[in-house]
């Protein structure tokens, strides 16, 4: 079954066409990314102090995977939800489950032919990051496998979403457009990011793709989104194999449906409590130094810290990206308040002279700072803690500037906007001819 489920995905062009797009899209992002790098590069290799901030993870990894995010998002339902969509526009679906009689079999099978096809996309970033390698580029290699793990996720993720809005609907393109939906809903909770007005959309950011991706594409393993993004994929999945049961009444079949969401929400917002996270960087940059990380495990009692602080404060943003994400690195456990947020309409008149305070509570002691720096917070911690503080020091990260120019850069604009999709369109036409 599977050998045909593949055979109806990739002697079809639109999957062949959707991937060398994807391809085009993935390598302009790398190409703007490295002639960005380049350019900064070539005054940082003058200067030490600027060197450490190359960092190849942020400066072109993750730009050339936004490529990939974009491409899986649009492109993506389009070839997943097709097995089984085709199927019911030719009226051969029923047929299909009457001869097979295994409905799990078949929603399975038509997931994994989707997924391959899907996966696809992954030729261009994996290509182009080997090909930034090959001329002299510096990778971490596993750092940049955490990043790509992420997307393999996502990916899974948008597959089992395309395929189970195929096994409710009609038609390829009511298929399509339920996916898109899905998708576009999680792009709307992101937009709230950032904005105090929209602070009651704030708990929605615990349901966004975004979320959970961003820890992995800075190289930290982050247990609680790769468990997130499992029990989304698995939980539409059972909605895919409910929605092929064509034995079963509608009533019914909705009645399981709701139950199926109910358990999704539910396996999702137990992931989103596990903190756990791995810190998989070169020389464990995304981490507080050893020594300060080693110590607040030691710290007795609850850990907490109040941010008064609003959402659309930079400082915030900041805090939250660096100080608070090495933090937790190091204390799972601990628990961040946002007081300000709790507001029903933000108003700048009450930014008093109290507002901007980050408290810090170890067991029952309390310290104040208006700072954001990490060094600062963690201070106080072993402050309240009655502990001192240990050793700041931390091997010092290189950094990698790079600058790629001449018949270097010519060859990758070569393979990022001509190689890799004509080569994808060249094995689709293979694959597809009569």
């Given at each position: 079954?599977?050998?045909?489920?593949?055979?109806?995905?990739?002697?079809?062009?639109?999957?062949?066409?959707?991937?060398?797009?994807?391809?085009?899209?993935?390598?302009?992002?790398?190409?703007?990314?490295?002639?960005?790098?380049?350019?900064?590069?070539?005054?940082?290799?003058?200067?030490?102090?600027?060197?450490?901030?190359?960092?190849p993870?942020?400066?072109?990894?993750?730009?050339?995977?936004?490529?990939?995010?974009?491409?899986?998002?649009?492109?993506g339902p389009?070839?997943?939800?097709?097995?089984?969509?085709?199927?019911?526009?030719?009226?051969?679906?029923?047929?299909?489950?009457?001869?097979?009689?295994?409905?799990?079999?078949?929603?399975?099978?038509?997931?994994?032919a989707?997924?391959?096809?899907?996966?696809?996309?992954?030729?261009?970033?994996?290509?182009?990051?080997?090909?930034?390698?090959?001329?002299?580029?510096?990778?971490g290699?596993?750092?940049?496998?955490?990043?790509?793990?992420?997307?393999?996720?996502?990916?899974?993720?948008?597959?089992?979403v395309?395929?189970?809005?195929?096994?409710?609907?009609?038609?390829?393109a009511?298929?399509?457009?339920?996916?898109?939906?899905?998708?576009?809903?999680?792009?709307?909770?992101?937009?709230?990011?950032?904005?105090?007005?929209?602070?009651?959309?704030?708990?929605?950011?615990?349901?966004?793709?975004?979320?959970?991706?961003?820890?992995?594409?800075?190289?930290?393993?982050?247990?609680?989104?790769?468990?997130?993004?499992?029990?989304?994929?698995?939980?539409?999945?059972?909605?895919?194999?409910?929605?092929?049961?064509?034995?079963?009444?509608?009533?019914?079949?909705?009645?399981?449906?709701?139950?199926?969401?109910?358990?999704?929400?539910?396996?999702?917002?137990?992931?989103?409590?596990?903190?756990?996270?791995?810190?998989?960087?070169?020389?464990?940059?995304?981490?507080l130094?050893?020594?300060?990380?080693?110590?607040?495990?030691?710290?007795?009692?609850?850990?907490?810290?109040?941010?008064w602080?609003?959402?659309?404060?930079?400082?915030?943003?900041?805090?939250?990206?660096?100080?608070?994400?090495?933090l937790?690195?190091?204390?799972?456990?601990l628990?961040?308040?946002?007081p300000?947020?709790?507001?029903?309409?933000?108003?700048?008149?009450?930014?008093?002279?109290?507002?901007?305070?980050?408290?810090?509570?170890?067991?029952?002691?309390?310290?104040?700072?208006?700072?954001?720096?990490?060094?600062?917070?963690?201070?106080?911690?072993?402050?309240?803690?009655?502990?001192?503080?240990?050793?700041?020091?931390?091997?010092?990260?290189?950094?990698?500037?790079?600058?790629?120019?001449?018949?270097?850069?010519?060859?990758?604009?070569?393979?990022?906007?001509?190689?890799?999709?004509?080569?994808?369109?060249?094995?689709?036409?293979?694959?597809?001819?009569?």
């Amino acid at each position: 079954m599977l050998a045909r489920e593949l055979a109806i995905v990739l002697r079809a062009r639109v999957t062949w066409l959707q991937a060398a797009l994807a391809g085009l899209l993935i390598g302009h992002g790398f190409v703007l990314a490295i002639d960005l790098y380049s350019a900064g590069s070539r005054s940082a290799l003058a200067e030490r102090l600027m060197s450490r901030e190359f960092d190849p993870l942020l400066g072109l990894v993750r730009p050339t995977l936004g490529g990939l995010y974009l491409a899986l998002s649009l492109l993506g339902p389009l070839v997943a939800a097709r097995p089984v969509a085709a199927e019911k526009e030719r009226r051969t679906f029923g047929a299909l489950l009457l001869q097979t009689g295994a409905p799990v079999r078949l929603a399975l099978s038509k997931a994994a032919a989707a997924l391959v096809g899907v996966a696809l996309q992954l030729i261009a970033p994996v290509v182009l990051l080997a090909a930034w390698w090959g001329v002299g580029g510096h990778l971490g290699a596993t750092e940049t496998a955490v990043a790509l793990l992420a997307y393999v996720l996502y990916l899974a993720l948008v597959t089992a979403v395309s395929v189970a809005a195929a096994a409710w609907t009609a038609t390829l393109a009511q298929a399509a457009t339920v996916a898109l939906l899905v998708i576009a809903a999680s792009w709307a909770i992101d937009a709230s990011e950032g904005f105090a007005a929209l602070a009651w959309l704030g708990r929605a950011l615990d349901w966004s793709v975004t979320t959970h991706l961003e820890p992995m594409e800075r190289g930290t393993l982050a247990v609680g989104a790769c468990l997130w993004m499992v029990a989304m994929t698995l939980g539409a999945l059972v909605l895919a194999w409910l929605g092929v049961r064509m034995d079963l009444g509608r009533p019914r079949r909705l009645a399981v449906a709701v139950l199926v969401l109910v358990a999704t929400a539910s396996g999702g917002a137990l992931a989103h409590r596990v903190r756990r996270g791995l810190d998989l960087t070169e020389d464990r940059r995304a981490s507080l130094p050893p020594a300060a990380a080693q110590g607040l495990r030691t710290l007795p009692g609850p850990v907490a810290l109040e941010v008064w602080l609003d959402r659309d404060d930079a400082r915030r943003q900041e805090l939250e990206s660096d100080t608070l994400a090495k933090l937790r690195l190091a204390r799972s456990d601990l628990e961040v308040t946002t007081p300000t947020d709790g507001r029903p309409e933000p108003d700048e008149a009450v930014r008093d002279e109290a507002y901007g305070r980050i408290v810090v509570h170890v067991g029952g002691a309390t310290r104040e700072t208006h700072s954001t720096s990490r060094k600062e917070i963690v201070t106080l911690l072993f402050e309240a803690a009655g502990r001192p503080v240990p050793d700041w020091s931390q091997p010092e990260y290189p950094g990698y500037p790079f600058v790629i120019d001449g018949a270097r850069r010519t060859a990758l604009v070569i393979l990022a906007y001509l190689g890799i999709p004509l080569a994808l369109l060249g094995v689709g036409w293979r694959m597809t001819r009569p």
